[in-house]
């Protein structure tokens, strides 16, 4: 892989990081979770804000797992 292609790569994994970061906020409606983790998110009463907060924490663990394997 090419530095352009990697360094395109790590901008898509921040905008995807990024993204999940804030739909996240929006289900559990406060940033708790991030201190809390995965827990927080069992906790939510709704099952479609609970299934929506799942996806994207799947999303942010694994554009954080592609970042760490790429040495960012």
């Keep these: 892989m090419s530095v352009a292609q990697i360094k395109n790569l ?3 994994l921040a ?3 990024s993204e999940a970061t804030d739909e996240l906020n929006r289900a559990c ?3 708790l979770w991030q201190s ?3 827990d927080a998110l069992d906790g939510l ?3 479609d804000r ?3 907060a799942n996806y994207y924490y799947g999303q942010l663990q694994t554009a954080r797992e592609l970042k760490t394997s790429l040495g960012q």
């Design 10 to 12: 790590q901008r898509r």
């Design 15 to 17: 905008v995807l990081e």
């Design 29 to 31: 409606g406060h940033e």
């Design 36 to 38: 809390l983790g995965f």
């Design 45 to 47: 009463e709704d099952a």
């Design 50 to 52: 609970r299934a929506r």
